[in-house]
């Protein structure tokens, strides 16, 4: 029988690698001037303090049956789908005070129960339904392997509900701004702020566009494509790469450093 060598270098194990979790994010439009609500997230939490578009995990209820009454115009989207919308909803409405819901006369709804922890509660409560049909998919990026935590996040635009004042949770979220995205997009080239590669490549994208309207059209009008950015180490830093085909105009963030970490890249 062959004896096992005590002193031989234990065998090396490949990396676990992080399953991507799947989540949901909303760009809230309004006109007038054209701008998009962004929030700024408490300072211990994930993404701490960078400016964000409203979102987050989808939950296990996101996928249950009963939100079947409460949502209108989601023929033929499957359950995963329907948790997304769901989930961007709910987290938006969290994170914000904006209930994206309507009543039989098309009306805009609002929250009229005190407790705001149940999302499914508060829209029954509201006499209003989700509307799927006035969301507009609009991207879908997935963390890099390597990551430790990974996110698999769809991106949807929906317009801001009439009547409705946004209003900062005070625990997930400490602020919240209406910007025009070329004004954002200028404060962070100039170092103004915080803000992801896939947060500001969608606000390069949605500045192409001038009125809800208009964003709303080209985000239908335009082909889905999932973009997994990769990860290299370059000469001095560290390069977040995309493919040209994804449509953003630009294809790789490079963050110069000395001792290179690998960046947040969604």
Partial sequence: MTQANPTAAPAK????????????????????????????????????????????????????????PLIAGAEGVDTEERALVIAACRETFEESALLLARDDQDRTVGCTVADRSDFRAVVAASGGRLMFDELAHFGHWITPPGAPKRFDTHFFLAAAPAGQEAAADGSETLDFEWVQPHDLLARAKDGDLSILFPT???????????????????????????????????????????????????????HPQSNPKPPRAA
């Fill in 200 to 254: 500001r490549l969608n606000l390069k994208r949605l500045a192409e566009s001038d009125s809800v309207a208009s964003a709303m059209a080209a985000a239908r009008a335009r082909e889905r494509f999932t973009v997994t950015p990769r990860v290299e180490k370059r000469e001095g830093g560290i390069a977040v790469v995309i493919p040209a085909e994804a449509g953003y105009g630009e294809t790789e963030n490079f």
């Fill in 13 to 68: 194990v490949a990396p676990e690698v992080a399953v991507p979790r799947p989540a949901a994010t909303i760009l809230v439009l309004r006109d007038d001037p054209f701008e998009v609500l962004m929030v700024r997230r408490h300072g211990n939490g994930q993404f701490a303090s960078a400016l964000v578009f409203p979102g987050g995990l989808v939950d296990p209820s996101d996928r249950d049956e009963s939100w079947l």
